[in-house]
């Protein structure tokens, strides 16, 4: 069954430093979405992506953080200068249609640790 | 906004125990309803999904059923396994998924 990728596992970086996640979504998918989950909380939207550019986004996607999906597979997000309230574990996910309609596939997350 | 409320965890259960997890959500429409699990160390996996009032997603012996006149979305199973302890999230759609925060299920033999 395909699956949504993500690498790294596990990022470790200094604040104030850039970062890149990256995941690879299922093929004939055409929506994406970030979500993060700081430890022990819940799973909180960033961003979705259809059409090569950003439909939704929440109030924790700031000017810090962009997405990007450079090569008509790879989705990446960036964040510039990482802040120690950065550190969660990073969720990639994509659709075939709408989350009403088709479900959402997760990447197995990638865990980013800000130092 | 939407939101999800999501009964407050951890939940421990002997193998073969009947199982309920709480969900109530609250929406403007009618979403679409979901359960996701979480096994440790992976990412999301949906368990189930409802698309509209009364209809009830079942997998892997897990059911729940989309009650619209309680705003509800309750997680059942009547047997479960070891292998069932997982984190469990209720969410609803809103073009993006909204979650709740997410039951811990620990099922000891």
């Known amino acids: 069954e395909p699956e949504v990728t993500q690498t790294p596992s596990h990022q470790v970086t200094q604040m104030g430093q850039e970062v890149i996640l990256r995941c690879v979504p299922i093929?004939?998918?055409?929506?994406f979405y970030w979500y993060r989950q700081i430890l022990g909380q819940k799973v909180e939207f960033l961003v979705s992506?259809?059409?090569?550019?950003?439909?939704?986004k929440s109030e924790i996607f700031d000017d810090q953080f962009s997405v990007e999906r450079p090569d008509g597979s790879n989705f990446t997000l960036k964040i510039r200068s990482t802040k120690l309230e950065d550190s969660a574990m990073y969720f990639c996910?994509?659709?075939?249609?709408?989350?009403?309609?088709?479900?959402?596939?997760f990447g197995d997350g990638t865990r980013l640790s800000i130092l | 906004g939407n939101s999800v409320t999501q009964m407050e965890g951890p939940v421990t259960l002997s193998e073969e125990a009947f199982l309920t997890i709480n969900c109530t959500y609250t929406a403007t429409g009618y979403p679409s309803l979901f359960w996701y699990v979480q096994y440790p160390g992976e990412g999301l996996q949906l368990l189930l999904k409802a698309t509209k009032a009364d209809d009830k997603g079942s997998n892997k012996g897990f059911e729940a059923t989309y009650r619209k006149e309680t705003t509800s979305f309750h997680l059942e199973k009547g047997s479960v396994q070891v292998s069932d302890s997982a984190v469990y999230f209720c969410a609803l759609s809103d073009l993006k998924l909204v979650f709740g925060k997410g039951t811990k299920l620990t099922v000891n033999p």
């Open positions: 992506f259809y059409n090569n550019e950003i439909s939704e």
């Open positions: 093929s004939n998918h055409l929506y």
């Open positions: 996910a994509s659709s075939s249609d709408t989350a009403g309609n088709q479900p959402q596939h």
